[in-house]
């Protein structure tokens, strides 16, 4: 009975050792198969693709889609410049001031859904991207590029406009465009873009255009940014210094007081 016993347990040890190497060979075998199925780097999660960038990359799954009507519109900490010996120079890149009020998306933008919250205090830009490059692949071809290489610019430097023309021209496409309930362009409906969302240009949602001068919508160091009109009821449009700003009334100042507006041109903000 004693050498039976001893031999079940032998086998059982033997069985299990068995099992154990099984399931660490299973488990190994199909990390290493699924890199080579997907042959992608998918870590670039939030930083090249995710919700307000841009699709993933193919075999990278879907991520975390918003459903929609989802705050999407999300910012990290925005921190407005301080400007202790006027004038400043705005930044080129970064930061020139923080939105003050929320808005909704009126289009799907990448995956910003339609009727998605941007969210207030989301940082204020000025008109340049930093360039495209193969991190932006998947989102260029989202835009309707068969090839992006032909926009890729490491260097960076066009302000939104001149970087949408060139991505038309490149790429035989209507650009921007909206097609149904979506928008396809650099930037969204409302002016922005990015899982880190922040604005180049409109501020299209946070402000209704109506009435006379345009409300706030944000702060640019120590001056107060508002919508593009002086005058909305008269169709008529602020006569603004190099800066983009000029002394008047505002809705929230009877007295005059230096202050900013949106513009359809570049430099858009400041």
Avoid at 43 to 56: A, E, K, L, N, R
Avoid at 77 to 104: E, Y
Avoid at 191 to 207: I, K, P, Q, V
Wanted: hydrophobic letters at 30%; aromatic letters at 8%; charged letters at 15%.
């Amino acid at each position: 009975i004693s050498q039976g016993t001893d031999l079940l347990l032998i086998l059982f040890n033997t069985w299990s050792s068995i099992m154990t190497l099984t399931v660490w060979l299973v488990s190994t075998l199909a990390g290493s198969l699924a890199g080579l199925v997907l042959g992608q780097d998918c870590s670039g999660q939030g930083v090249t693709w995710g919700p307000g960038i841009g699709p993933p990359p193919s075999g990278c799954g879907t991520g975390p889609a918003p459903p929609p009507g989802e705050n999407t519109g999300k910012s990290a900490s925005c921190v407005n410049p301080t400007c202790s010996s006027p004038p400043c120079a705005a930044a080129l890149l970064g930061d020139v001031g923080c939105t003050t009020v929320s808005g909704t998306e009126t289009l799907k933008h990448e995956l910003v859904a339609a009727g998605g919250t941007i969210a207030s205090n989301a940082h204020i830009y000025g008109p340049f991207e930093a360039g495209f490059t193969s991190m932006q692949e998947s989102i260029i071809r989202n835009w309707g590029c068969t090839d992006p290489s032909k926009v890729y610019d490491s260097d960076g430097g066009k302000d939104v406009g001149i970087a949408e023309r060139h991505v038309a021209y490149e790429c035989g496409i209507t650009f921007p465009r909206t097609v149904g309930s979506e928008y396809f362009g650099v930037v969204g409906p409302c002016g922005g873009h990015t899982n880190d969302y922040h604005f180049h240009m409109r501020f299209a949602c946070l402000y209704v255009e109506s009435g006379s001068h345009s409300t706030a919508v944000g702060n640019v160091a120590s001056h107060k940014m508002y919508g593009k009109w002086e005058d909305h009821a008269q169709n008529k449009l602020p006569y603004l210094d190099a800066c983009g700003g000029h002394i008047g009334p505002t809705p929230d100042s009877a007295t005059a007081v230096y202050h900013y507006h949106a513009q359809d041109r570049a430099p858009y903000t400041v």
